[in-house]
């Protein structure tokens, strides 16, 4: 059974996640020191570190388009495709050093070294089902957009397990939107290779496109309206090119 397979590359993605952990002191010191750069200093070398070890270690190729529409400024949201569970290591590889947070599903937060870590690096969970607290924690995802750091959304809420994209979720938008951030389209090719394709770990080439970066302040209802559809096609056309 593909699950029992998947096993070992649990545990060997565990046991890179529990490395973190030396490198959790330098993360924690900043942040109880209040200094906000160099908190997203250390995380963005460590987390480049943790990813690029992991890639080797499962045989990825990560290829990288568009590097410069990388904003200088935090405080960024990259809106991104979702194939498969390699689209973080890709997406972390890509930004070479940068820090980055990620938006996941409440569930994940229950799994050992995993949710730790991901809290760890400023990213949120997101509660299913659970209008009210799906709300508090966007609020406290655009407070830390605000503060500078940077997040990473997934709008179709799932893998696609596959090269097809999935449908947005609207509501996804409201990350940038209400803190007045710059979006970061990124189109990830290839991802669902690695683990989702056959049901176990497997060598694959993961493609990477960061497109222009969207201003968001300052925009009517019907210029937001109109992001949330432009941003999807714009993945989608990158895809088309990357595939």
Same mark, same amino acid.
């Given at each position: 059974?593909?699950?029992?397979? $998947? ?7 565990? =046991?890179?996640? +529990?490395?973190?952990?030396? %490198? +959790? ?8 020191? =209040? ?7 250390? @995380? ?6 943790? &990813?690029? $070890? ?25 809106? &991104? /495709?979702?194939?498969? !569970?390699?689209? @973080? ?11 980055? =947070? ?46 500078? !750091? /940077? ?27 209400? %803190?007045? %951030? ?7 090719? =290839? ?12 060598? %694959? ?14 925009? +009517? ?8 559809? +432009? ?13």
């Amino acid at each position: 059974m593909a699950i029992l397979r $998947n096993i070992p590359t649990l545990f060997k993605v565990l =046991g890179s996640i +529990s490395k973190l952990d030396s %490198a +959790s002191k330098g993360i924690l010191e900043a942040r109880e020191a =209040g200094d906000p750069v160099e908190e997203r200093r250390v @995380i963005g070398e460590d987390i480049k570190i943790w &990813a690029n $070890n992991v890639a080797e270690d499962f045989d990825m190729t990560i290829e990288v388009e568009g590097r410069e529409n990388i904003p200088e400024q935090d405080g960024c949201v990259y809106i &991104a /495709n979702h194939q498969g !569970y390699a689209d @973080i290591i890709a997406l972390i590889v890509a930004l070479d050093g940068r820090q980055i =947070g990620f938006i996941a599903k409440d569930s994940l937060e229950k799994i050992p070294y995993l949710g730790k870590w991901i809290k760890l690096i400023r990213g949120l969970f997101i509660k299913r089902g659970d209008t009210r607290e799906a709300l508090k924690s966007m609020k406290e995802g655009i407070d830390l957009v605000k503060a500078g !750091y /940077n997040l990473a959304i997934f709008p179709e809420g799932t893998r696609s397990r596959g090269p097809k994209m999935g449908k947005f979720k609207a509501g996804s938008f409201k990350l940038a939107t209400k %803190a007045k %951030a710059p979006i970061v389209p990124v189109s990830i090719s =290839g991802s669902y290779k690695c683990f989702e394709e056959k049901g176990y770990a497997q060598p %694959a080439t993961i493609k990477v496109m960061f497109h222009s970066p969207i201003e968001t302040k300052d925009l +009517s209802r019907q210029e937001i309206m109109e992001i949330e559809k +432009s941003v999807p096609s714009t993945i989608q056309n990158g895809l088309s090119m990357l595939q």
